[in-house]
């Protein structure tokens, strides 16, 4: 099911199994995905890892995230692009920017409990049943729906990780941070670049992190400079040196050790494997 509206809005589900899931592989500019697997043992290779989804595992994908399929039982999928919803313009409706999309390294994989999924099973089947409604208030009903799915998932996150650790300002410095990290890796590469941006001293924002008593901020900039290290290298055909540029090193000596510091092997290396 497709909504196409007058100003190149575009919201689709489709619900995929292995006849279909071709269609996971197809491109929209500018789209952001939502996956809901509901089997076990579906099996995916996003930016080059493999990974395995089980039943009622949710995941969120951007346009940037490269996708390939092993194996695929069942999954329902919900595709919409900027100018159906722009979650970054209504970020105080339903936000989840920072944490569902434009985090600074991989995705989050969500886990439904039981109340969540009855509340995402009625946003979804009342979303399928709003394509019929061929009026002028299909586009702001499937809106609603759309922010009910992305609201659900964002408590989804919240619940199962450790944000409920932090207050509102520090959980909204976290979204933030992660952000602009994913806005700007390519150039800032340190806490204090990013601090400056956000107003606040690097000490702030690494107390924040610690509170979450996961990885320090510097460790977000750096795994982020990472995949998107990794992405290039194993999707296109660009000069190792033109890839360390395009991602603010000053020669190939200085990348080349960066990334053999993190993966433990040179970008050749790895580009050969």
């Not at 996003?46 to 039982?73: A, P, S, V």
Request: proline content about 1%; aromatic content about 12%; overall charge neutral.
């Amino acid at each position: 099911m497709k909504f196409s509206g007058r100003n190149n809005e575009y919201f689709e589900l489709q619900s995929i199994n292995d006849t279909n899931c071709g269609h996971l592989r197809e491109q929209q500019k500018d789209t952001l995905r939502l996956l809901w697997f509901t089997s076990d043992g579906n099996i995916l290779f996003i930016d080059g890892i493999t990974y395995t989804f089980n039943k009622n595992e949710i995941i969120c994908l951007t346009q940037f995230h490269k996708l390939e399929y092993e194996h695929i039982n069942t999954v329902n999928l919900l595709r919409f692009n900027r100018q159906f919803y722009c979650i970054l313009d209504h970020d105080s409706e339903v936000g989840c920017k920072g944490i569902l999309y434009y985090g600074a390294a991989g995705f989050p994989i969500l886990k439904a409990n039981d109340i969540e999924l009855e509340v995402l099973d009625t946003a979804w089947k009342m979303s399928s049943l709003e394509f019929e409604m061929h009026d002028e208030l299909q586009l702001e009903m499937l809106q609603m729906m759309l922010k009910r799915i992305l609201i659900l998932c964002t408590r989804i996150y919240k619940r199962q990780g450790s944000l409920d650790r932090l207050n509102a300002d520090q959980h909204n410095l976290v979204r933030e941070f992660n952000y602009q990290v994913e806005q700007h890796f390519r150039t800032k590469h340190s806490v204090s670049d990013y601090a400056e941006m956000l107003f606040k001293s690097p000490k702030t924002i690494a107390n924040t992190f610690r509170k979450l008593g996961e990885k320090t901020p510097l460790k977000f900039i750096q795994e982020r400079i990472m995949l998107e290290a990794r992405r290039l290298l194993q999707y296109t055909s660009q000069d190792i040196s033109e890839i360390g540029y395009a991602l603010g090193f000053t020669d190939i000596q200085a990348f080349s050790r960066f990334f053999k510091k993190h993966e433990g092997i040179s970008p050749s290396q790895f580009r050969q494997n």
